[in-house]
Structure formats: structure tokens, C-alpha cells
């Protein structure tokens, strides 16, 4: 089955200065990505997503790379914020008949110092 | 509006207690789901509804029991849950369950504790 490795396990930057998040997945069947943005005490928020048909996506400050030979794909943030302190996952959803699945890698605790 | 409405938001239950959580969602989405997280980890699947049927259970024990009586509600009933149980969980929802690339929204989660 499909298995999603994430890293750094936490990652601490200064304010104005860039993040990024990586993930590799093991089943290249696998064709959407999203990243999933967890603050304390609250549930997943999608902050982006990427499906397997584009290797770039932006949104203002987020922007999501997929390197699908690699089965590779990363997070961006450019210009972080305090408010951007949150865990941060990445999912894969392996291709299914039936049924919608995502696998969730193991999170990254992302902290913006002022 | 993407939302999904849990409740309630936290619950402390024993061991013999027999308890429910609740989930709603307006967006016409057909498929909603149960994730559990403990604390530092990922979202862990344990069940998917499809057009109101159960078509996920990822051998999740029987005392955990999803029922999902219209499009727009999903419940776990609880009963005889141990310690080990206490987690936050999730609910969440998408368009449709066959095929991939379905957005898939969380809420906020019902914290449990088993005491």
C-alpha cells in the first residue's frame, strides 16, 4: 500500500524568511496531493493542493512542486508569518475503485519566531 | 462555505457508558468519513460512507459504530470504549468517494477522553 514519509519532524525559521516541506510517496499510482494545515486544538484545513496532471501550483505565499518521477512533493512558504506556526501534513491518495483514501505523512511542526 | 459541523466538541465518557458523536455538513457532499488522531500523529482512517453506505472499515473494533442516517449526517455511537480510546476525532466530508482527486474537508474535531 501506499506510504507517505515527511520531513523535517519540525522546523523553526525567523519571520519574513522561506519554509519548505518535503514528502516522498511510494505508490506512483497515487494522483492527488493536498497539505493539510493543523493549529492546535483545531482540525485539518486544506491549505493547498496538487494533482498528478501539474508540477507546480501557487496560491499567494503557498506554493506546492510535484516531481512525479521522483515521487516527490514539496511545501512552500515564502514570507512566513507567526500565524503560519501550525503542523503541517501532507497526504498521497493512492488510486482507488471505490473508494476516496488519503495517507497522511507523519506531520511537520512549523514555527515562526518573531 | 466549506463546513463541517461536529459535536460536541469535547466529551469525557467511562468505560460503561454508551455515547454518540455527531457530524453535519450542507455542501451536498456525498461522501463523509472518521478520522482518529492521537496526540503528535496523523489523521488515522477508520471509516468512509459512499451515498450513505458503508463502504470503508479499516478494522476498526465494534465498539466503535458509524451510522449515517441521510446525506447530511454521520454518527459514531460509542460503547465500552477503554483508555486507550481518548483521541480527537474527526469528521470530514467530500463530493464523492469513487475516483480521486475529491477535496476533502475536515472539522474541528470532538475531543474524547475515556476515563
Known amino acids: 500500500g501506499e506510504n507517505v514519509e515527511q520531513h523535517p519532524s519540525t522546523l523553526s525559521v525567523q519571520e519574513g524568511d522561506s519554509a519548505v516541506i518535503k514528502c516522498t510517496y511510494s505508490d506512483s499510482a497515487s494522483n492527488y496531493f493536498p497539505w493539510y494545515k493543523q493549529e492546535l486544538g483545531k482540525g485539518p484545513q486544506l491549505i493547498i493542493d496538487i494533482r498528478s496532471n501539474v508540477g507546480e501550483k501557487k496560491d499567494q505565499r503557498i506554493a506546492v512542486t510535484l516531481n512525479k518521477t521522483a515521487k516527490h512533493f514539496s511545501l512552500h512558504i515564502t514570507e512566513t508569518q507567526p500565524e503560519d506556526s501550525a503542523v503541517y501534513f501532507c497526504a498521497a491518495s493512492p488510486r482507488m475503485d471505490s473508494s476516496y483514501k488519503l495517507i497522511f505523512g507523519s506531520g511537520t511542526r512549523l514555527l515562526v519566531r518573531p | 462555505d466549506t463546513e463541517v459541523t461536529q459535536t460536541p466538541k469535547h466529551l469525557v465518557m467511562g468505560m460503561t457508558n454508551k455515547k454518540s458523536l455527531k457530524c453535519e455538513q450542507h455542501?451536498?457532499?456525498?461522501?463523509m468519513y472518521w478520522y482518529k488522531q492521537k496526540a503528535k500523529k496523523p489523521p488515522e482512517l477508520m471509516f468512509v460512507y459512499s451515498y450513505e453506505k458503508l463502504s470503508i472499515n479499516e478494522s476498526v473494533p465494534s465498539r466503535f459504530s458509524p451510522e449515517c442516517p441521510n446525506s447530511s449526517l454521520l454518527n459514531l455511537h460509542l460503547h465500552a470504549l477503554q483508555p486507550e480510546d481518548s483521541a480527537l476525532y474527526l469528521c470530514?466530508?467530500?463530493?464523492?468517494?469513487?475516483?480521486?482527486?475529491?477535496?476533502?474537508?475536515f472539522g474541528e474535531g470532538s475531543w474524547l477522553t475515556v476515563v
Open positions: 455542501m451536498g457532499h456525498r461522501a
Open positions: 470530514a466530508s467530500s463530493q464523492k468517494s469513487g475516483g480521486s482527486g475529491n477535496t476533502i474537508y
